[in-house]
């Protein structure tokens, strides 16, 4: 039996991503219901999860201890961004040791040398900012960095995240109030409620699925048919993936990503995954409606975002389902049956459909996993990547996602009111020029700091010299290591020869600016609106809940990405389909 029609695969797997925004934005709103200082309360047939609080409230309180958390303690919007700061200073120093030491740590089963400075440099700026871009190869890890560096990373760094939300949410519910709660107990919460049980629930059914999970070795040894040996790395493959998947984290434990069956696999453990990435990101939008006292405000805000979503998956898939143009077909004889889709470097277990999912969850994510090679795409199917990557990765990151969509919901709201003649305001906050300084600084970030070093490595030839592919392609493959690092994503093009000292230094800066920059500012901005007062909605308010604020933000979000990265999408995959997809 072959796989379901393309048309039925894609059906199924958004129904299921509806569902499961559904309910995981309610459970999400509850978490944070008191820290967004929000009168929210559960819908009555999901009112028994309120019993979780005997469950996880002694595992706060006990972390409260340990740790020395006074959760109570409020902070301002200048507290939060220092308390994010020291927090993620300690997770980069963490992981820079452990990985420039690996060699000397335990748990080192097969030997493996520590990394260079430039590449510890750009691995632990990568990890630390959520970003989790690789320039080595997975099985260059021991098992001790997977377990205690890098596992430990993929739970905090989302969870920083998490504990941004509640505080964004206050500078709408607070009236002429500062205080923006405790960042420290946001992120435990986010951490014992959200992440840590729901990646416990994504392993389980990996393992069950024949995902490996083991920390006591390092490798696996088989025969091969040819009577060799074969050494085939192993660790905590199903742990490591299901937070990697969850917490929009990417970087796998092998090479090949979760193109391996032992992160990977079965179609099953790819649908699980594949919906891992953007449940999470896209719960938060709903949330923010629940939080904000207007649901129906949450559902258009995750509508515009779908819809986006949605057309260019379809994008993707028919770039996948079709032929590829650069591929030989007949050569010395042979004949290359192109009748399936484009299968070059896509696993027959997915194939080019979920493969093509897959592929627009990550870059419509702020994650890195990735279960095809995506510099094997054609030029339709990477287009619908990178102009993913246009829109900052449409429902972006746990928790940081929801602050990156909001500065175009609140653009919106503003361009929106001076259409009509009203007075900017935006969930009865008034939106004065102090705010959308602060709205553009997040919104030209990724512009910035793609283009700029774009424009120097396409003429610096040592950049050049990396580039795997002439002409389009060779373009892709940079603009895509760019936005990838930029927009806090983490895959690849592949077929760039990353790890040098100029792509260490340049990605290892761009994680970090497109990191700190847009939450300072969105931080910033929360400031300002908790102390303005609340002005209650009117007739002459814009209403936000309407099929035209939805077609509005969509018209904005792709007005400004395309203008603003249109003329690099034409150097690359734009100018590889117009010429034939060669």
Known sequence: MGSPPPIVQYTVFFVILAILIYLLGEYLAWIYRDQANSD??????????????????????????????NPRREMTWKGYVKAVFVFNAFIWAL?????????????????VAGQSWDLAFHTASSFTSNTNQQHYSGENL?????????GIAMFLTPATGLALMPAFARAFNNEKDPRLGNFFANLVRGLVRFLLPISF???IILMAEGSVQTILSGKFTAETFTMGVQNIRVGPHAGIE????????????????????????????????????PMGTFSAIYAWGAWVGNRKHGVAIVAAFIVIYMTLTGVAIVGETGPNAAMQVQENGLTVDQSVGNLESKETRFGPTASAIWGLATTGTT???VNSMHNSWTALGAFSLLFAFATNNISNGVGTGLLNILMFVILTAFVGALMIGRRPQYLGK???WQEMRYVFVVILTLPI????????????QPAVDAMANPGFRGFSEILYEFFSASANNGSGFEGLADNTIYYNLVDGMQVLLARYVPITAQLAIAGLLANKKISPESRGSLDTETPAFVGLLIGIIIIVSALVFLPALVFGPIGELLSGGI
């Open 242 to 277: 299901a937070i990697k998947m969850f917490g929009t984290n990417g970087g796998g434990i092998n090479a090949a990503n979760a193109a391996t069956a032992f992160e990977n696999p079965t179609p099953l453990s790819t649908l699980v995954l594949t919906l891992a990435m």
């Open 367 to 369: 994650n890195g996993g």
């Open 449 to 460: 700091i793609v283009l700029l070093p774009l424009a120097h490595a396409v003429v610096y």
């Open 201 to 203: 629930l994504i392993a």
């Open 95 to 111: 992981l820079y040791v452990v990985l420039y030491f690996q060699n000397g740590l335990p748990m080192n089963f097969v030997d």
């Open 40 to 69: 929210y309360d559960l819908p009555r047939f999901l009112t028994g999860l309120k019993r979780l609080d005997s469950v996880f409230t002694p595992i706060e309180n006990g972390i409260y201890r340990l740790s020395g958390i």
């Open 142 to 150: 021991s098992v001790f960095t997977h377990t205690f560096g890098i």
């Open 430 to 432: 008034k939106l004065e």
